[in-house]
Nanobody, 125 residues
Framework: QVQLVESGGGLVQAGGSLRLSCAAS????????MGWFRQAPGKEREFVAT????????YYADSVKGRFTISRDNAKNTVYLQMNSLRPEDTAVYYC??????????????????WGQGTQVTVSS
């Protein structure tokens, strides 16, 4: 079982940056692909980025490509999301999640079985 705790959210002006962290505890983190999702008020939870267990492969939603970077440090059991050039439309609760081994459809949230509690990101214009 994996427990996930996000941190690093906050209020930032448009064009600013934030770095989210997701600390994992329990067994299996280093063997799991990880993902970041977000959910804005009144909208469905959507895929943001994912990283393979080794860190060698990453994928991004088109809306954040070139602005966000996902990374991980398996020695620290932590995955990160560096967010630059933030826009008001990036405002949402951001969640990290652990993907079920064997599934490659990384944008599908049902392929993730462990979730953090979320951290709020608010971007003002």
């Amino acid at each position: 079982q994996v427990q996930l705790v996000e941190s690093g959210g906050g209020l930032v002006q448009a064009g600013g940056s934030l770095r989210l962290s997701c600390a994992a505890s329990g067994r299996g983190f280093s063997s799991r692909a990880m993902g970041w999702f977000r959910q804005a008020p009144g909208k469905e939870r959507e895929f943001v980025a994912t990283i393979s267990w080794s860190g060698r492969s990453t994928y991004y939603a088109d809306s954040v490509k070139g602005r966000f970077t996902i990374s991980r440090d398996n020695a620290k059991n932590t995955v990160y999301l560096q967010m630059n050039s933030l826009r008001p439309e990036d405002t949402a609760v951001y969640y990290c999640a652990a993907r079920i081994p064997g599934y490659s459809d990384y944008e599908n949230l049902i392929r993730y079985d462990y979730w953090g509690q979320g951290t709020q990101v608010t971007v003002s214009s």
